[in-house]
């Protein structure tokens, strides 16, 4: 019997924010989802800080050079720990997201780079990472295919916040699914 083939008809957007890219030892600081249709339109979306102990965050970033070129980022998480919610009440929001919009069906994981995220999903987020399909949309490939092939580019901001980075990668895939569109040959 063949294998029923898989067309998404939903994306979640996903970006996390961490002391560094180790699942295994640094932690995440901030998630943002967004769902979007095929059309990239967004239908909801979700964001918090996730709260971590302060002298885990701060020996992990001491570790990390990252950081410094990223001090006001810096700061604004280690204000923000005290107000964070804990993973799991964020592990559970991102669960009640994806099973609103995505049912029985399993989501699409999609965003720059998003085998990073994923691995901290794996490690940190285990019963999400059970809603997830094994395939995802990185746009990161697609930045690779425009950049090497058709020397077309695009300039996103190095915000590094979770909800900026995701609304960037969305603008990004929009760019070039545009060029494609507008240099279709006749």
């Given at each position: 019997?063949?294998?029923?083939?898989?067309?998404?008809?939903?994306?979640?957007?996903?970006?996390?924010?961490?002391t560094?890219l180790?699942?295994?030892?640094?932690?995440?600081?901030?998630?943002a989802?967004?769902?979007?249709?095929t059309?990239?339109?967004?239908?909801e979306?979700?964001?918090?800080?996730?709260k971590?102990?302060?002298?885990?965050?701060?020996?992990?970033?001491?570790?990390?050079?990252?950081?410094?070129?990223?001090?006001?980022?810096?700061?604004?998480?280690?204000?923000?720990?005290?107000?964070?919610?804990?993973?799991?009440?964020?592990?559970?929001?991102?669960?009640?997201?994806?099973e609103?919009?995505?049912?029985?069906?399993?989501a699409?994981?999609?965003?720059?780079s998003?085998q990073?995220?994923r691995a901290?999903?794996?490690?940190w987020?285990p019963?999400?990472?059970?809603?997830?399909?094994?395939?995802?949309?990185?746009?990161?490939?697609?930045?690779m295919?425009?950049?090497?092939?058709?020397?077309v580019?695009?300039?996103?901001?190095?915000?590094?916040?979770?909800?900026?980075?995701?609304?960037?990668?969305?603008?990004?895939l929009?760019?070039?699914?545009e060029?494609?569109?507008?240099?279709?040959e006749?």
């Open positions: 019997m063949a294998k029923e083939k898989f067309i998404p008809s939903k994306f979640l957007w996903l970006d996390l924010e961490m560094g180790v699942p295994e030892k640094d932690v995440i600081l901030e998630v989802a967004d769902i979007t249709g059309d990239l339109e967004t239908l979306g979700y964001e918090s800080l996730v971590q102990e302060k002298d885990v965050v701060l020996a992990r970033m001491q570790e990390n050079p990252w950081w410094q070129d990223f001090p006001e980022n810096r700061d604004d998480f280690i204000k923000g720990l005290d107000s964070a919610k804990p993973l799991a009440e964020v592990e559970k929001k991102l669960i009640e997201l994806v609103k919009h995505f049912g029985n069906e399993p699409v994981l999609a965003g720059n998003i990073s995220d901290f999903i794996k490690q987020m019963e999400l990472e059970l809603k997830l399909h094994y395939r995802m949309l990185d746009v990161t490939s697609w930045k295919v425009m950049e090497s092939m058709y020397n580019s695009f300039e996103k901001p190095e915000v590094h916040r979770a909800y900026e980075d995701i609304q960037a990668s969305i603008a990004e929009q760019y070039y699914l060029w494609f569109k507008n240099n279709e006749s």
